[in-house]
């Protein structure tokens, strides 16, 4: 290895500039050899950070997007018993059984003789204090109360109908038993006394004695009927017993101040039904401003929440906002909480609704009313409550609203909830809870939405480690899609993805979950996506990815596996592993489409960033090389076949073939980075033939596919067997126009090519003549013109004169204007700007220690890559001594020394310009034509 080797360091492209090694440097050096330490794996990282290897990116998986705002997705619905989207929501049956019980007494007493009467009478003292019969109440979990049919709602507490709408006309009850509100009691006035126990017994005994006279019988019966009411509906009978007779004044519901109403007159006039929607709502807001300044209790409470249900089966949208609202804002629990919460879930179904929750505080009512629901017992308020969360999340200002109402610690804390009722119980768990699992998982996927404006607060939630245990926990195939769903967006922004990295034994979360769930596409997906963002992240991670037992293969099988499978095959909807809303898709995002191809680009970009930590790229290609070349091999294949496939879609057939060709070309160029070319026979060569013609036909195009070709030809170019099949397969006829592309580092893989095909003594002549007319052609000694250089000389060291004098004259002319070029010399930006420089990435100094032995160039090193979507890491240079030599001594004419001491656009073109300087003369000193001496004659 040469000192212009172990200067340019492992990862660094070959048109990075050359640096003589600053103090620090040394020290470091000197200080590793003398305690026999390797370099720190920061510095040896240094160099790809100055731009060598980059991380391979995708686009992120779709996220389906239905038509409407279901409890539940169709496939889920399959599965029984499941609760239900739709539901009834007049939960109470208002019938009064006071007065129905009254007024069929009377009409039971009209029919009765006087001894039937006084037979009533004796059963009602016999019966005063027996107990009365414990009703039997159905258990919770028996059908028709839970989510097979419609769920009704115990009966409030208390007495059925308020005291001034009772028939109240004779009875008999305990005052103490009478004690209402302080506004019923205002409402509420006892007069005089109706009897006493000596009028009571005159009264018999006049009956005894005028019993033949039929006036008097008339009126006896009278006054016994009376006696008899009272005795039938009093608390309790006896002889000293005082009757008393309430004169109840009834409530002002005709007010039009509703301010001044009590909260007794405006339950009253709620219960009435107005049918004008106005006034309904100006009651509704007026009891929300009275509760808020003086929350009901007791029966007055259950007064108001009978009014609320009245209006609860409204048709007018509004109405049903404003019964929510006072109903959440009564801070109600259990069965009310879950029918409030079934009524918001009713609105949020309607998208066309989201203007309620934007313009009042029915959002942060809902998040506070499900904070006091426990999910395990009270998995309903969890189901309708979180569903209501999850759909309006989807729009992005009620997400964000919903963050600052605490939404995502909500949903994080319910999750914790159940996963350790699920860690406490294994063996399974209540339906019930998984119904709540998926909604609240669903709910934080919504959330994750509104990233990166609130990754600290969901940061701050807690939320990330406990979907990373919900994934080891739970087999629940919708709950695990949603944890995947979440994972999958979180690992997008930068601070979420920097935690799960740093996250100790994440990495082998995800690895066992995917391993679990490769046959599943839409889990599958998700979460290679998760680990290839996680891998492009961090050093850590990509370590902790590649150490996890078994991780490689599971990645080498999943690649085997879908990319045996037919481009032609359609998801199964019937099978267990089909994605349920596959017919709903939308990309958003501009997502991919979750095909199968959409699972090999997701994996195989998992392969390609694990190649950015070294020792994971030299394991690869040490340990795994066969199977990685046969796996990316069948992914051109299905690739290439996607491409010339004739389907009704072909546009998304040719989008999805493209893409997965870059992913697998860019794979291959960073696993042969490491690669070095065995001595001949290649135990490889027949793999490393077929998938270089494979390559080969990609460069007949125009996209990104074909750029990672140009970069993939040039790592595997180096050795002289490859370069020299490459040509066969007419590389040469399409490499041209890379030579003019318009991102750099397109044109310097393709004179890579160029400097290792003439280096290999392969149609030297024509590779010369395209290196010629591409110098020609450039503007100024950029990156590629020392290659090209490079690529010409190689050419004549293989052949006494591969250029036409055209062409030599060209090259003379372009190199020494390069030479010239007086403008290269401007000033460095770093010196202008002072002391802040170093702290602009851009033209910061890149201090950095190179280890020898981890080099794995040959003589000339070069290392392309893309701007934006791949990783690359290209090396190319001769294989052979007389190819990077130079004149009849086999001189190697390799880049000089030079100095860079910062990244900014004047150092980067000094740079390239001293690269050129090195190869330029030597190779002008060729092309310059022989010279003949005349013979001169003399006298």
Known sequence: MSERGARRGAGA????????????????????????????????????????????????????????????????????????????????????????????MDARIAHLDEDSLNEML????????????????????????????????????????????????????????????????????????????????????????????????????????????????????????????????????????????TILELSEALSQRSREPLRTLELL??????????????????????????????????????????????????????????????????????????????????????????????????????????????????????????????????????????AEARRGSAEQSTHALYQVTGALRSLAGALPASARDFLASGALPELLAALQLHTDRDVLTNVARCLSVVSGEATCCAWLCARAGACGVLVRALAACAPRAPLAVRLAYTLGNMAAADERARNDIYNEEGAIDVFLTILESYAARSAQDAPDTDSEHSEPEQ?????????????????????????????????????????????IVKALLACLQLAEKNVLIQTADRSGAIERGEELATAALATLNNMTFYREPPDPPDPLHVHIDNICKATCRWLRGRGPAACEAVRALGNVSRATRTAQLIVLEGALDWLEPFLQHEESSVRCAAAGVLVNVCGAGAEGAAAAGLAARALAAAAAPSAPAPLLARALWNAHAHEHAPLSPVHAH??????????????????????????????????????????????????????????????????LGSEEGDGAGGGEGGEDLGFEDGEAECGCEPCRRLAHWDELVGVALPLMERLRPPRHDASVGTD
């Open 13 to 104: 492209p070959f048109y990075a500039p050359l640096r003589r090694k600053t103090s620090a440097e040394i020290i470091s050096e000197a200080r590793a050899a003398i305690y026999g330490a390797e370099m720190s794996s920061a510095s040896s990282s240094g160099g790809g950070g100055a731009g060598g290897l980059r991380p391979l990116r995708t686009r992120r998986p779709y996220t389906p997007r239905e038509p409407q705002r279901t409890l539940f997705t169709e496939r889920a619905r399959k599965k029984e018993p499941r609760p239900p989207s739709s539901f009834d929501l007049k939960y109470l049956s208002l019938a009064e059984s006071g007065e129905e019980s009254l007024a069929a």
């Open 122 to 261: 004796a059963e009602t003292h016999n019966n005063k204090n027996k107990k009365p019969a414990v009703r039997s109440q159905a258990k919770p979990g028996q059908a028709g109360d839970v989510w097979g049919g419609f769920t009704k709602l115990p009966h409030l507490s208390g007495r059925s109908k308020p005291l001034h709408r009772r028939n109240t006309t004779g009875q008999v009850h305990n005052m103490e038993d009478l004690k209402p509100e302080v506004s019923l009691a205002r409402a509420i006035s006892i007069t005089r006394p109706l009897g006493d126990e000596t009028s009571f017994s005159n009264a018999l005994l006049i009956e005894d004695l005028n019993a033949k006279t039929p006036t008097a019988k008339r009126k006896q019966f009278t006054s016994v009927k009376a006696a008899s009411c009272d005795a039938a509906s009093g608390a309790g009978m006896s002889d000293e017993i005082a009757v008393r007779h309430l004169a109840v004044q009834l409530p002002n519901t005709s007010s039009d101040n509703y301010d001044t109403m």
């Open 285 to 422: 807001e007026a009891t929300i401003r009275a509760v808020k300044a003086s929350p009901p209790g007791g029966s007055l409470r259950d007064l108001l929440l009978r009014a609320l249900y009245t209006n609860a089966d409204s048709e007018d949208e509004r109405v049903l906002v404003g019964v929510a609202r006072a109903m959440l804002t009564l801070r109600i629990t259990g069965a009310h909480l879950a029918g409030a919460c079934k009524l918001v879930f009713r609105i949020a179904k309607n998208d066309k609704n989201d203007h309620f929750f934007r313009d009042t505080d029915l959002l942060e009512l809902l998040v506070e009313g499900c904070g006091r629901a426990e999910p395990v017992s009270e998995s309903e308020c969890c189901v309708y409550g979180c569903a209501a969360l999850r759909v309006l999340a989807l729009e992005p200002r009620l997400a964000a609203r919903a963050h600052r109402a605490g939404a995502a610690h909500l949903a994080a804390l319910h999750l914790k909830i159940l996963n350790n009722a699920k």
């Open 583 to 627: 017919h709903l898709i939308e990309s958003d995002l501009n997502g991919s489409d979750g095909s199968h191809e959409d699972v090999l680009i997701k994996t195989v970009r998992v392969v390609a960033n694990l190649c950015l930590t070294e020792r994971a790229g030299r394991g690869l290609a040490d340990l795994h090389a066969e199977r």
């Open 810 to 875: 060209l090259v003379a002319e372009a190199l020494a204007m390069f030479i010239d070029d007086e403008s290269v010399f401007a000033a460095c930006e770093a010196t202008n700007m002072g002391n802040q420089y170093a702290n602009e990435s851009p033209i910061s100094k890149h201090h950095v220690t190179f280890d020898t032995e981890n080099n794995n160039y040959s003589e000339c090193e070069a290392s392309c890559f893309s701007s934006g979507h791949v990783t690359s890491g290209v090396t």
